[in-house]
């Protein structure tokens, strides 16, 4: 009924910039929070960054400073912007928003299947 597609991750050196993008589709009435989580190989997944409907935002300590979370309703997408990249960084990237849709009553969580981001040099 609903799904979350990411895009932009890949592989970036060390201080080098990403950006990755969340588009929602499906039976969609409202969007509300959306978010950011990440899950490296033998660690569990955590939160990177989460954006309200209202435009409240929070960051996981590790990240702030460099990265950014923002949305456009009107295209029902996310974005992170991810700046000075550390190796510590690599990891899945998974999306994540509440959703109200047209088929259920009640506001539903949905996940993304998450785009990689690997920083080496």
């Known amino acids: 009924q609903v799904q979350l597609v990411e895009s932009g991750g890949g592989l970036v050196q060390p201080g080098g910039s990403l950006r990755l993008s969340c588009s929602a589709s499906g039976s969609i009435f409202s969007i509300g929070a959306m978010g950011w989580y990440r899950q490296a190989p033998g660690k569990q997944r955590e939160l990177v960054a989460r954006i309200t409907g209202g435009g409240s935002t929070n960051y996981a300590d590790s990240v702030k400073g460099r990265f950014t979370i923002s949305r456009d309703n009107a295209k029902n997408t996310v974005y992170l912007q991810m700046n000075s990249l550390k190796p510590e960084d690599t990891a899945v990237y998974y999306c994540?928003?509440?959703?109200?849709?047209?088929?259920?009553?009640?506001?539903?969580?949905?996940w993304g299947r998450g785009t990689q981001v690997t920083v080496s040099s």
């Open positions: 994540n928003a509440d959703v109200k849709t047209y088929d259920r009553i009640g506001t539903y969580n949905y």
